[in-house]
């Protein structure tokens, strides 16, 4: 993606309380978006009824919600979340919290533009445990990762990391509590940073213009 001076536009898939997409609103509401240098044009989101979603219509936002069950296939359901995706002409996807794992067709329209935040240091811990899985591994370190989304699972290039300590006395809860904190500061700065900068993905590594 290429450097330019007008702000990017974001679509932002949640699936739970949405606090890193609120992280992201209140960064663009208190810089202005053309200085972050994006702005969030539609929330998109798996299920209904979520905090996620509430916060995207306090703020304004279009949103909409693409359901697996209401699709005769996986395959479908991925083509509708891409169409859904695409209706609002995104120029990066946001994964914050979004909790399916995309198929080809989400893939072939917006590879190399979907950023997720995983709440691991990948490649450890991947998947949709990666809070749980670090502690009882016994790590004494654990973190968050931002990276661009490939066909696996949470094994595309990483962006940036933040780090966390894992202490004796933590359970699932705390620990995620603690790494949100880092990942919602992160997660705003990376997301800056690509916008403003533009960057390019070459193998493994992301490089940012
Ligand atoms: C975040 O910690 C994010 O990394 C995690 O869900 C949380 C969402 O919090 N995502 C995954 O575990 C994806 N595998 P939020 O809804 O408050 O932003």
Redesign the pocket.
């Known amino acids: 993606m290429a450097a330019n001076p007008v702000a990017k536009r974001l679509v932002v898939l949640?699936?739970?309380?949405?606090?890193?997409?609120?992280a992201l609103l209140d960064e663009i509401e208190r810089t202005g978006a053309e200085e972050y240098g994006a702005r969030i044009v539609a929330v998109g989101a798996d299920r209904d009824g979520i905090?996620?979603l509430a916060r995207a219509e306090r703020a304004g936002l279009p949103t909409f919600v693409c359901r697996v069950k209401d699709h005769t296939s996986r395959e479908e359901w991925d083509a509708a979340l891409a169409a859904a995706v695409a209706a609002h002409e995104p120029d990066l996807v946001i994964?914050?919290?979004?909790?399916k794992i995309v198929g080809k067709e989400f893939l072939a329209r917006f590879g190399g533009r979907f950023v997720?935040?995983?709440?691991a240091l990948l490649p450890s811990f991947?998947?949709?445990?990666?809070?749980r899985d670090a502690l009882a591994y016994g790590a004494k370190v654990t973190g968050?990762t931002v990276h661009f989304v490939d066909d696996g699972v949470?094994t595309g290039p990483i962006i940036a990391q933040g780090v966390v300590e894992i202490r004796d006395e933590d359970d699932e809860s705390a620990l995620?509590e603690r790494?949100?904190e880092v990942?919602?500061s992160l997660l705003v700065e990376v997301v800056g940073r690509l916008a403003r900068h533009g960057y390019r993905i070459e193998g493994r590594k992301v490089v940012i213009q």
């Not at 949640?14 to 609120?22: A, D, E, F, I, K």
């Not at 994964?95 to 909790?99: I, L, N």
């Open positions: 949640v699936s739970g309380s949405g606090t890193n997409l609120q905090e996620g994964s914050a919290g979004f909790m997720n935040t995983h709440p991947p998947g949709a445990h990666g809070v968050c949470d995620h790494i949100k990942e919602r």
